[in-house]
């Protein structure tokens, strides 16, 4: 199997033809220039936006993120030699995202067309409400105009990767055993189950934050005094929030380095329209099911997805999450 990369990105039904998600391969070298002793660079980025201005967000950070590291001293240089400055470099261009993202703030559009949970669309115009610009729908619940993006990036050469992320789109490393595969979890979760953020934003909130519900496995964190009650935070670290990293959102990008081993198969990113119905060895079964018939990274990808929003529409709920994913096969 050689060395392969591929993507896929589909609304599901939740938003109705809303998609939230922004999802990108970028090669560092056009076909011909990769220099001598060297192999192809690539950029992978999944950004999952919310809130009222979400998709637009997604795909601010995530273009000028990508187009960051794309620019950056990554050319003529092997991955592997450079990771002493991985975390500076996927903290700079996190932080170009999260700029980008921020100047949609500058000049909002006066409508939006905003997808809800009844798996239709409708058109919210700006406005204000007690000091507070917000969206609004007839008499219907105002839409705050405050939104952000997570962001999970990988910069993959050869079996040397790089992976950064904030908020909850997960990447998974796939491992042939022989007989089975296993997934290890790459990325770190950041959302109110996690408890070294959950206290961050209770105290950036003055101690006014509950999960929305324990039991529920999303850790949305809700703001319930104040002018933000009500608020719901589904992730603690995001690009493009402009009101909230006044209370504890950070932008900063949780990094790791590492080379696969020889048995490491496969990379898996994916927003959480994936990992809402499946978990990562289920994936990587999934994925190698398909590499195993010969098909590519990116026919792997749309199964993947596909899937996804299969399981999401057939559960209890019958919604499908917005749904994208990035599938590497190492040679």
Not at 84 to 90: F, I, N, P, R, T
Not at 99 to 123: F, I
Not at 196 to 213: P, Q
Not at 292 to 305: D, F, N
Request: hydrophobic share 35%.
């Amino acid at each position: 199997m050689g060395h392969d990369i591929g993507h896929a990105t589909d609304p599901g039904n939740r938003y109705g033809d809303v998609n939230q998600d922004y999802c990108v391969v970028q090669e560092v070298y056009a076909p011909g220039e990769v220099p001598a002793g060297h192999r192809q660079i690539y950029i992978a980025a999944i950004c999952d936006g919310h809130g009222v201005l979400g998709d637009k967000a997604a795909c601010y950070a995530g273009k000028t993120l990508v187009r960051h590291l794309y620019t950056s001293c990554l050319r003529n240089r092997l991955l592997k030699d450079l990771n002493g400055e991985a975390e500076k470099l996927m903290s700079a261009a996190f932080q170009r995202g999260h700029t980008a993202a921020l100047s949609l703030y500058d000049d909002p559009p006066k409508t939006v067309r905003c997808g809800g949970h009844r798996k239709t669309t409708a058109t919210y115009t700006l406005t204000t409400s007690g000091g507070v610009c917000v969206y609004k729908n007839g008499s219907g619940p105002e839409r705050l105009l405050e939104f952000g993006s997570t962001c999970t990036c990988a910069v993959v050469q050869g079996r040397s990767v790089w992976m950064a992320n904030v908020g909850d789109s997960t990447a998974v490393l796939g491992t042939d055993n022989g007989a089975s595969y296993t997934s290890k979890t790459l990325t770190v979760r950041h959302n109110g189950h996690n408890a070294e953020e959950a206290k961050r934003m209770k105290e950036g909130f003055s101690g006014t934050v509950n999960l929305k519900d324990a039991a529920h496995e999303d850790g949305y964190l809700q703001v319930v005094t104040g002018p933000w009650q009500g608020y719901e935070l589904s992730v603690t670290r995001a690009l493009g929030h402009k009101h909230m990293s006044e209370h504890g959102v950070l932008t900063e990008p949780y990094v790791v380095t590492f080379e696969a081993s020889k048995d490491d198969c496969c990379l898996i990113m994916a927003s959480d329209g994936v990992w809402d119905v499946m978990d990562g060895q289920e994936a990587v079964n999934r994925v190698m099911e398909v590499a195993s018939e010969g098909k590519t990274a990116a026919q792997a990808a749309k199964m993947l997805v596909e899937e996804a929003v299969e399981l999401g529409v057939k559960s209890p709920c019958g919604e499908a999450d917005n749904t994208s994913a990035i599938v590497v096969f190492f040679a």
